[in-house]
């Protein structure tokens, strides 16, 4: 084996600048040639089906379509495929020269690493200067014995900084080397890229087959792959499945400019943690034109996870209705998912999957709940109540005056998109604490006769009461305010919410439709 292709560690430059294998890619390169060739011979073997004896209208119809609409396609494929063979090669015999240098940058850094641990033990070995407030020794030999030892621990102080210096500069040249190394191989990228869109996919299949996983370093490989075989790649490299979906938002022009971070990162991180395949993430960003600018409305919101790591968002006093709505969808939207499905055994549903039609049904349902929004946001909030945003798509409450008690009974009372915790001692910050504690034990909580607040015998999980209290959401919206308002809140519901009692007929179709052990009925 090549010395360019053995595997080795670089510990003490602490990261390999040019990885790869120089070897597959020079078997890419020859599988490309190989497919070049037989593009080009095909394209000859098309010209001359258009000469001979055959005449006619026919005759003429079928040379015109050889050559006008099939030949020039395959001979461009293979001078496509011949430019990026030509690119392979020269990205090998560069990747093996980039490969040579970063080994001889390792080795340089390496006795950095030795010189320096060298200079500390010698440094260790040396005995400590004499403190300055003791006065200098009497005895000659004595004092010659200390300036000896100073000049060693200067001789060793200077040794130590010189190999710290040298190996910070040997780390230093690897990481112009390591950009070095992205721009040869983001070339060679992009060849493979015009080949793969010019080329009939038939003829790139033994090529790809050719390169193998190492060929190219992660994510130039990406250029080879269909949707497909993406999404594919993704389930089975989860590592990579963020960086999957961004590759896939570009393809398809929805993702442009600088790599994204904050929360539209988040989003794809969270996406791929949680096993969303790609395209369902090309799917919303495209049917509801997601980009990162949505994201700027939770930027200025306090954020509070929970045990799994979900993000909710405390509204501040003076919020909008509009910024409210946008910040309740776009909480949905970055946690990708509920959690509902592992919260327990005992669930009174499988959980709805993460998708486009999903989130379209939350927003028909914030349109019909509008007056959430347009009233309930500034209610709250201007009578001492707090709200967070919550991963189902909606508002939860809790706290506030006499006024705002009087709208949540029992454990809770959903109002439209808003779940108004039934805790109604605190009011303001002392609120707003109460939902920090409450988002981050995962637990519903309660206010109990002596005024304490604290998780109920149940212990019941917050993901599941969500689920439930999101059910009624849906059907306020549904239902239309008056029509939901009358029938669930009308004669005999009263008592079902405050004692949990049944109601004379038996049930309560409401609660049963949302889930009565989600709900902690029982």
Not at 238 to 252: F, G, K, N
Not at 333 to 352: H, Q, R, V
Not at 492 to 497: F, K, V
Not at 504 to 509: I, S
């Amino acid at each position: 084996m090549r010395p360019d292709t053995v595997t080795e560690t670089f510990d003490a430059l602490g990261f390999d600048p040019a990885p790869g294998d120089v070897d597959t890619v020079d078997t890419a390169a020859g599988c490309l040639r190989t497919s070049s060739r037989e593009l080009a011979a095909a394209a000859e073997r098309l010209w001359g089906a258009t000469e001979g004896e055959w005449r006619g209208a026919t005759a003429t119809a079928f040379r015109d379509l050889v050559s006008d609409d099939l030949r020039p396609p395959v001979a461009d494929a293979a001078d496509v495929l011949a430019d990026a063979a030509r690119h392979l090669t020269a990205w090998s015999s560069e990747l093996a020269e980039l490969q040579r240098r970063a080994r001889a940058l390792e080795r340089e850094a390496d006795q950095a690493v030795a010189d320096a641990a060298a200079a500390r033990s010698d440094l260790a070995g040396i005995p400590s200067a004499r403190p300055p407030w003791l006065p200098p020794p009497s005895d000659p030999g004595e004092a010659r014995r200390e300036r000896a030892n100073a000049r060693a621990r200067e001789t060793a102080g200077q040794a130590l900084g010189g190999a710290e210096d040298r190996l910070a500069d040997c780390r230093r040249r690897a990481h112009d080397l390591a950009d070095e190394y992205e721009r040869g191989a983001a070339a060679v990228a992009e060849a493979l890229r015009k080949a793969s869109a010019a080329t009939p996919p038939s003829a790139l299949a033994d090529v790809g087959d050719g390169l193998g996983d190492d060929a190219l370093p992660w994510p130039y490989g990406l250029a080879l792959m269909s949707p497909e075989e993406l999404s594919a790649y993704a389930a089975a490299h989860p590592e990579h499945a963020a960086d999957v979906m961004e590759y896939r938002l570009r393809q398809e022009g929805l993702l442009d400019g600088d790599e994204p971070g904050g929360y539209y990162r988040e989003w794809l991180e969270n996406a791929a943690e949680r096993g969303i395949d790609p395209e369902t993430i090309v799917e919303i960003a495209g049917e509801h034109e997601i980009d990162p600018d949505d994201f700027a409305v939770l930027d200025d919101l306090e954020e509070v996870t929970d045990p799994d790591g979900k993000s909710f968002f405390l509204l501040p006093d003076g919020i909008t209705a509009d910024q409210a709505r946008l910040a309740v969808l776009m909480t949905y939207i970055l946690n990708a998912g509920t959690d509902y499905g592992s919260a327990s055994p005992d669930n009174d549903f499988e959980e709805t999957p993460y998708s486009a039609a999903e989130i379209a049904r939350i927003i028909a349902r914030q349109d019909k709940n509008s007056w959430s929004y347009d009233d309930d946001v500034e209610f709250v909030n201007g009578n001492d109540g707090r709200l967070v945003t919550t991963p189902n798509g909606m508002l939860m409450g809790l706290g506030g005056n006499w006024l705002q008690d009087r709208y949540s009974l029992n454990g809770g009372t959903t109002w439209g998109d808003t779940f108004m915790v039934n805790i109604d001692g605190p009011s303001g910050e002392d609120a707003a604490q109460v939902l920090r504690d409450m988002v981050a034990s995962g637990r519903a909580r309660y206010e109990f006769d002596d005024g304490s607040i604290g998780p109920g015998a149940s212990g019941l999980d917050l993901d599941r009461l969500l689920h439930h209290e999101e059910i009624h959401s849906q059907q306020w919206a549904d239902l239309g305010y008056a029509r939901f308002a009358a029938e669930y809140l009308g004669a005999g519901a009263w008592e079902w919410i405050r004692d949990k009692t049944p109601l004379p007929d038996g049930h309560n179709h409401f609660e049963e439709d949302a889930g009565l052990s989600d709900g902690g009925y029982h």
